[in-house]
Structures are given as structure tokens and as C-alpha cells.
């Protein structure tokens, strides 16, 4: 079981920034994918970026220019660092991991418990 918990959300003012951790921990042999969604009340949990165990990131339109998502493979570990932030961005924001268990050798597919950003003068 792959167990993955997020830190660093909190509020913030427009034009602020934050950073958002996910640490993923237990029977890991290699993560592919790792993820950030976000959901805002009434709304559909969308993706916000996604980073390979390479390095190649995806982003959102809508956070293009503005988020960084960035990994740490030893810690197993990935990040968003969040800057200009809108109030558009408060949402309760998810980390996602895909890859492979050590235990099993099957795929394992895994959600942190959210954390939320709000942001707000």
C-alpha cells in the first residue's frame, strides 16, 4: 500500500504565492506519474500538472506561467510552487501517484487526502 500526504496549503493573497508538498511512502519500487488536481466547491476535480519519473511536466492552461511542479525521485517526493496566485486557484488541491509496488510487483494507483488553498484579500 502506497500512502501519499500533502503539506503546505494554507491562504494566501492575490498575487501570493504557496508550496505544496507530497510525500509518498511504503511499498514503492518506482513511481511513473505524479500528479497535482485540484477541486473547487461545485466543481469537477481537474488536473492542474503532472511530472514522468524523466522530468517532463504537463501543465493546465489556466496555471501555465504561474505553477511549477517539480520532483524529488530520492525522497519520492514532488512539489507545485504556486505564484501569482488568483482567487480563481482556491480549491482543495490533490496529489497523484501512479507506479509500481515493491511487495507486489503490481501497479499501484494512490491519492493523498487533499489539502486546501485558499485565496483570498
Known amino acids: 500500500q502506497v500512502q501519499l500526504v500533502e503539506s503546505g496549503g494554507g491562504l494566501a493573497q492575490p498575487g501570493g504565492s504557496l508550496r505544496l508538498s507530497c510525500a509518498a511512502s511504503?511499498?514503492?519500487?518506482?513511481?511513473?506519474?505524479m500528479r497535482w488536481f485540484r477541486q473547487a466547491p461545485g466543481k469537477q476535480r481537474e488536473l492542474v500538472a503532472s511530472?514522468?519519473?524523466?522530468?517532463?511536466?504537463n501543465y493546465a492552461d489556466s496555471v501555465k506561467g504561474r505553477f511549477t511542479i517539480s520532483r524529488d525521485n530520492g525522497k519520492n517526493t514532488v512539489y507545485l510552487q504556486m505564484n501569482s496566485l488568483k482567487p480563481e486557484d482556491t480549491a482543495v488541491y490533490y496529489c497523484?501517484?501512479?507506479?509500481?509496488?515493491?511487495?507486489?510487483?503490481?501497479?499501484?494507483?494512490?491519492w493523498g487526502q487533499g489539502t486546501q488553498v485558499t485565496v483570498s484579500s
Open positions: 511504503g511499498s514503492i519500487r518506482l513511481i511513473y506519474a
Open positions: 511530472i514522468t519519473s524523466g522530468g517532463s511536466t
Open positions: 497523484h501517484a501512479d507506479g509500481m509496488s515493491d511487495r507486489t510487483l503490481k501497479s499501484f494507483n494512490s
